[in-house]
């Protein structure tokens, strides 16, 4: 059976030693700034994502605001282009915030929670820069700064050793279709994953030569042809964790021809949409960082139960019972 390397306690103390450690290398790593950020935004603003386009975000009113729909945000990709204008930033300067997040619509297992913790982050680049070339670098200084990370958890916990392979193996999705081509999706990264350990996937979001996309992918804030995800091997899943969805942003072409694809054209009204055709918006890349995934990666967990506080189904309960798992 399964046992925790720490017990609560410990396990609340590790989770905040990576989290502060984390976030200052990859801040140093990055030249990112940290902000406050928002828990919601209104609707009509366009400024929510809806992730892999079908997700629905909570909503409520508020008695001051008249009768404007507000949204709990489900990631802050697009208010962190606007934001980076608003404060100025300049090119190779960006920001990072602790996101919250509720996305109820989450089918909840060992790595997914209605509760989202992560860092949202975004840097401003010129146009020149939106190259794969450009995305890779970005990648690997993330790895580095994971890598760190898990130097300060060992010393700390030497009974943990946890040891990530810093190579990153890079591999577009019609790539891994052509790998494993009577896979399913989850079945090409569990294996991929285990042969090279650390792999990003590129290109999430088109439709790949099966007819199908890899995986669904909002069509208004990554360019599908310079985005990705970051996927580590976990021993104790025996299997893929993404911990990071990443990518360079649109820009005019690319979001037109995103929307086009999607039958989404009348995102356009919306003023973060009209920003973009206008070229209002800084060139940008960003993504986010889960939080909790990161600390299951590092603490060698098997429930993203075992390192945040959420709610949870009676089989999860049932399961977390079988499996001996303590949940914060």
Request: glycine share 4%; hydrophobic share 35%.
């Amino acid at each position: 059976m399964y046992k925790s390397i720490l017990d609560l306690k410990e396990t609340e103390r590790a989770v905040k030693l990576i989290k502060d450690t984390f976030e200052i290398k990859l801040a140093k790593k990055l030249n990112l700034e940290r902000i406050s950020a928002p828990l919601f935004v209104l609707k009509e603003t366009g400024l929510n994502d809806d992730l892999n386009g079908i997700e629905k975000a909570v909503s409520f009113k508020s008695h001051d605001i008249g009768d404007k729909n507000i949204e709990i945000i489900h990631s802050l990709a697009k208010w962190k282009r606007y934001s980076l204008k608003k404060y100025n930033y300049l090119e190779n300067e960006g920001i990072y915030t602790d996101m919250n997040a509720i996305r109820k619509d989450e089918h909840l297992d060992n790595l997914h929670s209605i509760y989202v913790d992560q860092w949202d982050w975004e840097k401003v680049i010129n146009e020149h820069n939106r190259t794969l070339t450009y995305l890779k670098q970005t990648v690997r200084k993330i790895v580095l700064a994971l890598i760190e990370t898990t130097k300060v958890v060992n010393k700390k916990y030497p009974e943990i050793n946890i040891n990530l392979e810093k190579n990153v193996y890079f591999i577009t999705t019609e790539e891994l279709l052509k790998k494993y081509p009577n896979l399913s999706p989850k079945e090409r990264e569990r294996e991929i994953v285990k042969e090279h350990k650390s792999v990003f996937l590129m290109n999430i979001g088109p439709i790949l030569t099966n007819g199908k996309p890899h995986d669904l992918r909002a069509p208004d804030y990554d360019d599908w042809s310079l985005n990705g995800d970051l996927l580590f091997y976990s021993e104790t899943l025996d299997d893929s964790i993404e911990v990071s969805s990443m990518g360079i942003r649109v820009n005019k072409e690319s979001l037109m021809k995103q929307l086009t694809i999607t039958s989404s054209l009348d995102r356009l009204n919306y003023p973060y949409h009209q920003a973009i055709i206008n070229e209002e918006l800084p060139y940008t890349i960003g993504g986010g960082i889960g939080q909790s995934r990161i600390c299951m990666l590092l603490l060698k967990k098997l429930h993203i139960g075992e390192v945040q506080a959420s709610l949870w189904s009676d089989e999860v309960l049932e399961y977390a019972k079988k499996m001996g798992l303590s949940l914060l």
